[in-house]
C-alpha cells in the first residue's frame, strides 16, 4: 500500500533540501567574491604605500626641506597601514578609508614641496614615481569600483527573497559599500592667479 502524501512530503524536503545547498554554496561563492574584490583594493593600496616609501627616501636623498611635512606623511603613512578592515564591519571599512584619505593628503602636501626644488623635480627616479603614482591612484579606483559591484551583487543575493531567508538562517549579512571620501562630492575651487 503506497501513500501518496508520505511520497509527496518526502519529495518537498528533498527538493528544500537541494535548493537549501544551492542557495547556501551561492552565499558562500558571493562572499567570497566580496573577500577577492577587497584583497584587490588592499594590493593596490600596498602599491601606493611601496611607492610613497620610495618617494620618500628619494626626496629624502635629494633635497633638503620641510621636514615636518616628511614626518606628518611618515606618520600618515604608519596609521593607513596598521588599521585592519573586516568587509562585514563598516565601521573598520570606514576607518580605513579615512586613514588612507589622511595619508593621500599628506603625500600630495609632500609633493608639493618636493616640486619646488628643481634637482629632485629633474631626477629621473622622482618623475618616475609620479607617473606610477598617477596609475596606482587608477588602479585604486578601478578596484574599489569592483569591489562596489561585487558588494552591490553580494547584498542582493542576501536581501532578495528566497535567499534572504537562508542568509539569515547562515549567518549571511549586507556589507557596506566603499564610500567617497567626505567632501569629494564638491567641485574643487581651482584658481589660476597668473599675472
Not at 10 to 18: A, C, K, Q, T
Not at 163 to 174: D, L, P, Q, S
Not at 177 to 189: C, I, N, Q, V, W
Request: charged share 20%.
Amino acid at each position: 500500500m503506497k501513500r501518496p502524501g508520505l511520497l509527496i512530503g518526502l519529495g518537498v524536503l528533498v527538493i528544500l533540501f537541494f535548493w537549501g545547498c544551492s542557495s547556501y554554496n551561492t552565499l558562500v561563492g558571493a562572499d567570497q567574491t566580496v573577500k577577492n574584490a577587497w584583497s584587490n583594493v588592499e594590493t593596490n593600496y600596498q602599491r601606493r604605500t611601496d611607492l610613497y616609501n620610495s618617494v620618500i627616501k628619494t626626496i629624502e636623498g635629494s633635497a633638503n626641506f620641510e621636514k615636518s611635512t616628511l614626518k606628518e606623511v611618515i606618520e600618515a603613512r604608519a596609521k593607513a597601514t596598521s588599521v585592519t578592515v573586516d568587509v562585514s564591519d563598516p565601521k573598520s571599512l570606514e576607518a580605513y578609508q579615512n586613514a588612507q584619505a589622511q595619508l593621500q593628503g599628506s603625500f600630495s602636501r609632500l609633493m608639493a614641496v618636493a616640486e619646488a626644488y628643481p634637482d629632485l623635480k629633474t631626477t629621473a627616479s622622482f618623475q618616475g614615481f609620479q607617473t606610477q603614482i598617477e596609475g596606482t591612484e587608477n588602479r585604486i579606483n578601478v578596484a574599489r569600483q569592483d569591489y562596489n559591484a561585487t558588494v552591490q551583487a553580494y547584498n542582493l543575493s542576501v536581501k532578495t527573497f528566497p535567499k534572504v531567508i537562508f542568509a539569515r538562517m547562515f549567518g549571511y549579512t549586507e556589507k557596506a559599500f566603499y564610500k567617497a571620501d567626505p567632501g569629494s562630492e564638491k567641485a574643487p575651487d581651482i584658481q589660476f592667479n597668473i599675472k
